[in-house]
């Protein structure tokens, strides 16, 4: 939000620089955003027309905005009629009136500024209310989108969305709008007291004004091209650098030090370059539109002196007519600063409006069929053929058939690409088959509620992802209503509990992101007690012992074959002996069933899963 004084500070010198020139906030946001990517911008401002359903629930804070930017506006323009006053009439009479008009405009400099911050006050708290909503509206829809979603946009793309171009939107929002409108009304009865001053000389810095504005449009349009292929190159520096940071490890590990350092000086350099270029454009344009504006204002200043001379005109109003040349040629430089901001946040709320508007595929139906109460722990998958989205001709399962019964525990196991995650997957709904049904306790899970079915599940994924909260809340997430004593019964069964305790802060300590302070092992140990504290009927084990060692996976194990006594429980995994004591393995392969039966009956038929029982029981 910008001051009162800032009708001054934004001509002359200021107009001169601003013209063509982003926002310093939105250069910012725009150099920091996605790799490779460019902020949009359009000509078409229509997307803003979606933020009117959030401003019209605040539209009293909207009002009082309004009133009050109505009344600095006013007060701002009737500083030069006090001005005016007090050198025309504050002489009189020996100077006998000058206290008073001088008191008039000391009450006139209160009454702006009192307006002034009343207006930044209203005109932030709606513009921050307003993204604040818009923020969590569009949260709510990117956490109710499903995976084949994320399959065709990059989560960084996403993210982007949610910061870089709400940050866009919240700049317009709190700051461009204020400032566009209350210099438009600035020009607006700024022109119109001009007028009245001195209709000869408003006449003549009117036929100036094509001139002013010439070098803008000329000069403007080629800064505006160089700053956005600046901004391109400046933005994948930023994205290589966050991948290198990412992938630290794997950058020290392969020796890509130095190669990667080179790789982005190369880019920063290449940046530099066309911001150079840019920066000379810029420097022209702004010598041509200072000599054109201290030019003509000099030129209007002397043909005022002359009718002050000859007694056509007063001092004061020749005063009141230089402030009010200052105060209108600041709100035409800065309503065209304003503009590109109005086009920047345009082309984010467009962006914005892309995802606010995507339908996740997997929803609940108008009317859901509720599943059985209490819960049974049975699924079954009949007929189902599934390929993911993008792959129509590489079928992940074919034919598919499966059923478990409450209590049962099944193994799935095969070869890498048979299909197993996928049964986890559909499932958990995240997608639907193209052919067949998934049914959980006899319902098919289109006809219920997606977040119904998987209330009735707690899964273990092979990679097993942390948050950057506490242990307590990275096991609790499993379910947020657990107690303290039950969420240290969870690590305790899943063997975390001895790690957690040695933490510095114990259950309390800090994670780091995605738990990168933890070994590979302790993850999968948090993720293995956070699906036991969901204490849900059916459990899903994605190679949840894959990261441990020989002796932590003996215990973990111990702790699950007891967690799966009183629950469904279908078991991934690649090694065989973890899945010896299951009620019965499921083989596939090439996303169909091949083989069922125990590890026993198996091996006697020396099939598929016998040969991988052999291979691997050999080599341990």
């Known amino acids: 939000m910008t001051d009162s004084a800032a009708p001054i500070r934004d001509s002359m010198t200021g107009q001169a620089e601003a013209a063509g020139r982003p926002g310093a906030g939105a250069l910012l946001v725009e150099q920091m955003g996605e790799a490779g990517g460019r902020r949009a911008k359009g000509r078409n401002i229509r997307p803003l027309l979606r933020l009117w359903p959030y401003l019209i629930r605040h539209r009293l804070n909207a009002l009082f905005a309004m009133f009050w930017l109505l009344g600095s506006t006013a007060a701002s323009l009737a500083l030069t009629g006090t001005a005016r006053g007090a050198i025309d009439h504050g002489f009189e009479n020996g100077g006998q009136d000058i206290n008073r008009w001088f008191l008039i405009l000391g009450l006139n400099a209160v009454l702006l500024g009192v307006a002034t911050a009343v207006r930044y006050f209203y005109v932030t708290k709606t513009g921050e209310r307003v993204v604040a909503d818009l923020r969590k509206a569009l949260f709510d829809r990117i956490l109710t989108l499903d995976p084949s979603f994320f399959a065709k946009m990059r989560t960084g793309e996403v993210l982007s969305r949610l910061t870089t171009d709400i940050a866009l939107v919240e700049t317009l929002l709190t700051t461009s709008v204020s400032f566009a409108l209350r210099n438009f009304l600035t020009l607006l009865g ?31 349009r080629s800064v505006r091209k160089l700053t956005v292929r600046s901004q391109d190159r400046f933005a994948n ?34 940046a530099f370059g066309v911001s150079l270029v840019r920066m000379k454009a810029r420097a022209w344009m702004t010598a041509v539109i200072i000599v054109v504006v201290f030019g003509g204002v000099t030129f209007v200043l002397w043909l005022g002196a002359q009718d002050v001379a000859r007694g056509v005109m007063t001092p004061g109003a020749l005063l009141q007519f230089v402030l009010l040349s200052v105060f209108t040629a600041g709100a035409v430089g800065a309503l065209g600063e304003s503009w590109g901001d109005v086009q920047k946040a345009s082309g984010a709320m467009e962006r914005i409006d892309e995802l606010m508007r995507a339908m996740p595929s997997i929803a609940a139906p108008a009317h859901p069929v509720a599943l059985p109460s209490p819960a049974e722990g049975r699924v079954a998958m009949a007929g189902v053929r599934f390929a993911y989205p993008g792959r129509p001709d590489l079928p992940a399962l074919k034919g598919f058939d499966l059923t478990v019964r409450p209590g049962e525990t099944v193994a799935l ?44 599940f707690a899964w273990v994924s092979q990679e097993a992802p942390l948050f950057s909260g506490s242990a307590l809340e990275n096991i609790r997430f499993g379910r947020e209503a657990a107690t303290e004593a039950e969420v240290r019964h969870a690590a305790e069964e899943a063997q975390a509990l001895g790690f957690i305790e040695a933490l510095p802060e114990g259950f309390g300590t800090a994670l780091g992101e995605r738990g990168k302070s933890l070994s590979g092992g302790q993850r999968q140990r948090l993720a293995i007690a956070r699906a036991l504290v969901r204490d849900a009927p059916i459990l899903l084990l994605d190679e949840a012992t894959s990261a441990l060692d020989a002796e932590n996976e003996r215990l973990v194990q111990a702790a699950l074959d007891q967690a799966m006594e009183t629950r469904t429980t279908l078991v991934i995994a690649h090694r065989l002996a973890t899945v010896l004591r299951a009620d019965r393995i499921v083989v596939m392969e090439d996303g169909a069933v091949v083989e069922t039966g125990t590890h026993h009956e198996l091996v006697a038929k020396g099939g598929l899963y016998a040969g991988l029982a052999e291979l691997q029981f050999r080599e341990g």
């Open 413 to 456: 196991v095969g070869p890498s690409g048979a299909g197993k995650s996928t049964v986890f997957r559909l499932l958990l709904r995240f997608y639907d088959p193209q052919e067949g049904a998934v049914s959980v306790d006899g319902v098919d899970v289109r006809n219920a509620d997606p977040v119904a079915v998987r209330d009735r």
């Open 190 to 220: 700024g022109v119109a007291l001009l007028f009245i001053v001195s209709p000869k000389l408003t006449g003549l810095v009117l036929l100036t004004a094509p001139i002013l504005i010439a070098p803008i449009f000329i000069f403007g």
């Open 237 to 270: 520096a930023v994205g290589f650098a966050g991948e290198s940071v990412d992938a630290i490890e794997t950058v020290q590990a392969f020796g890509r030090v130095r190669s990667a350092i080179d790789r982005f000086g190369g880019v920063v350099e290449e």
